[in-house]
């Protein structure tokens, strides 16, 4: 694994070239701000929101792992953890980089769908991919086949919150081989008719495929008086097809606004907070961190994990961990807050996502999603319109506020 590029505390001025790369809005309010005026009441926090919502989902917009939108993004995100951390540093790592190369298509009987190719899925010959609908009996629920020999050409999902989106194909690290592409629930009467008719259906991406190809996580560490160590994670980068402000930019500025409010108190545990890069593709970030603490002997530090992912569909928080005292804790001070939203108990096991690098390692873990707004958010999941305006203020203020105190409750254990 590469080795990490370290960002020196104190000033924007000692980040050098990467303050070329930040939006003027970000530059401007480096002269302006203080740790302590950062997120004291929910008014600042709800500027300190916006503000960051714009530079990254507006101005810089989609960021997909490996993609220049990244780059500027997770070098933002590390600035603002050197607001009040006093060690930060970008963790290199490479990865295999998916994207398109052209415009996409798919038409069912002559009739254009909405569509988007799974990212980390292979491309389809020049021609496309040309043959008739037939239903699966397992996994993705249509396969484009050839009628005269059967071959599968590509394999079709269908979103279950609404129009079409990318999903990832990664399985292991490794790339599907069979082209992949998402249509939207709207869109399944008509393929149902195609598959009945025997109707033609063709299917286009090309897919643009580059080795060795630099991300990052932005890591941020509060010193404890003990080397044992509590570890946030939120995802950074988003899927091609969208600024993400939901999925996941707003978990990451709570992780965020969290660690500028527990830098203000001496901890028992060290608090370490991991903007990870490429989760979208297969938790390629998560599994370098991993891999990092692994080689550097301090994986056994780590006591507990808390992963964020969507924090703004509601204010019903979706715990999900076979841990019920940690489920139970997040429950009590939703209730001792009196926050407008009642957690769901999820019993299924919590090593997901980036959390599953850290399986075997005897930590503690849960995972945080939500719901609530669902008719309002969950459409917008993974597409264009999960922009800065959706995200609603409450889910982050009750989302900071829990999990602030949720912190603070496992230091004292």
Not at 120 to 133: N, Q, Y
Not at 211 to 228: D, F, H, I, M, Y
């Amino acid at each position: 694994m590469e080795r990490r590029s370290f960002l020196k505390t104190g000033s924007l001025a000692s980040l050098g070239s990467l303050a070329a790369s930040l939006p003027p809005a970000l530059l401007n309010a480096q002269n302006t701000l203080s740790n302590s005026g950062l997120v004291d009441t929910p008014e600042q926090r709800y500027y300190y929101l916006k503000r960051l919502l714009n530079s990254l989902c507006t101005e810089i917009g989609p960021r997909p792992a490996g993609s220049d939108g990244f780059n500027r993004g997770i070098r933002l995100i590390a600035t603002e953890m050197e607001r009040s951390l006093p060690e930060v540093f970008l963790d290199e790592f490479k990865i295999e980089h998916w994207e398109l190369a052209d415009d996409p298509f798919l038409t069912v009987a002559g009739t254009p769908v909405e569509v988007f190719p799974h990212h980390g899925s292979s491309g389809t010959p020049k021609a496309g991919a040309r043959g008739i609908l037939k239903k699966n009996d397992s996994g993705p629920p249509y396969s484009i086949v050839d009628p005269a020999t059967g071959k599968k050409l590509a394999e079709i999902s269908i979103s279950s919150y609404g129009p079409a989106i990318p999903a990832n194909a990664y399985r292991d690290g490794k790339m599907a081989q069979v082209p992949m592409f998402g249509v939207g629930k709207y869109d399944r009467p008509l393929l149902d008719r195609a598959v009945r008719d025997n109707s033609p259906v063709a299917a286009h991406s090309n897919v643009k495929i580059t080795q060795n190809v630099p991300s990052w996580n932005a890591v941020g560490t509060l010193p404890g008086k003990s080397e044992k160590e509590i570890v946030v994670f939120a995802h950074a980068d988003t899927v091609y097809s969208s600024p993400g402000a939901n999925d996941n930019t707003a978990s990451v500025i709570v992780m965020l606004m969290m660690a500028h409010e527990l830098s203000k108190a001496d901890h028992d545990y060290t608090l370490t907070f991991v903007a990870t890069g490429s989760e979208e593709y297969g938790f390629q970030g998560a599994y370098a961190y991993a891999k990092r603490r692994i080689e550097d002997g301090t994986i056994k530090n780590i006591k507990y994990i808390i992963q964020f992912d969507s924090l703004t569909y509601g204010p019903d928080l979706l715990l999900t961990s076979e841990d019920k005292e940690l489920r139970d804790i997040v429950d009590s001070i939703n209730g001792t807050l009196e926050i407008n939203g009642k957690p769901r108990h999820i019993n299924n096991s919590e090593w997901t996502m980036d959390s599953l690098p850290f399986k075997s390692s005897g930590v503690r873990a849960i995972y945080i999603n939500s719901r609530g707004y669902d008719g309002i958010t969950l459409p917008v999941y993974h597409r264009a319109e999960d922009s800065a305006e959706t995200v609603g203020f409450d889910c982050v203020d009750n989302s900071f506020r829990i999990f602030t105190e949720f912190v603070r409750r496992l230091d004292a254990m």
